[in-house]
Nanobody, 120 residues
Framework: QVQLVESGGGSVQAGGSLRLSCAAS????????MGWFRQAPGKEREGVAS???????TYADSVKGRFTISKDYAKNTLYLQMNSLKPEDTAMYFC??????????????WGQGTQVTVSS
């Protein structure tokens, strides 16, 4: 049974930083696609960042230059380093994992989410 458990969320002031973690069990982090999504109240879920292959990463325009996605294969954990946080980054953040190394169009497994709140 695959489980993705997010942690690291919290409340910070604008300009601050947080690092989200997504610990995987029953799923081996490899070159398959994994990603971070977020959903703010009253808004649709949006993709934040993805990581596939050896080092292919993509970011939403709104977080480019501020967020960094990474993998720790030894710890079987996905990370999202978030710097220069803005109030508009406030949302529930979800980790997702897929089975495809060549595409991040589909995700098969989802975590329960961790809340990030940024105050001005």
């Amino acid at each position: 049974q695959v489980q993705l458990v997010e942690s690291g969320g919290g409340s910070v002031q604008a300009g601050g930083s947080l690092r989200l973690s997504c610990a995987a069990s029953g799923y081996t982090i490899s070159r398959r696609c994994m990603g971070w999504f977020r959903q703010a109240p009253g808004k649709e879920r949006e993709g934040v960042a993805s990581f596939r292959g050896v080092s292919v990463t993509t970011y939403a325009d709104s977080v480019k230059g501020r967020f960094t996605i990474s993998k720790d294969y030894a710890k079987n954990t996905l990370y999202l380093q978030m710097n220069s946080l803005k109030p508009e980054d406030t949302a529930m953040y979800f980790c997702a994992a897929g089975l495809n190394m060549l595409s991040c169009s589909d995700y098969d497994y989802w975590g329960q989410g961790t809340q990030v709140t940024v105050s001005s």
